[in-house]
């Protein structure tokens, strides 16, 4: 049952990471490219 909440808990971490990683690049790439023109 413990283990359930804890693996539970580390895959949300994981979807949360990987949504403010996508969200971070797309913003980066955002910002590069109005400084190429």
């Known amino acids: 049952m413990l283990w359930d909440k804890l693996t539970n808990y580390l895959e949300s971490i994981q979807k949360s990471a990987k949504i403010l990683f996508e ?10 490219i109005p400084q190429n023109f």
């Open 23 to 32: 969200y971070c690049y797309k913003n980066q790439d955002d910002d590069i």
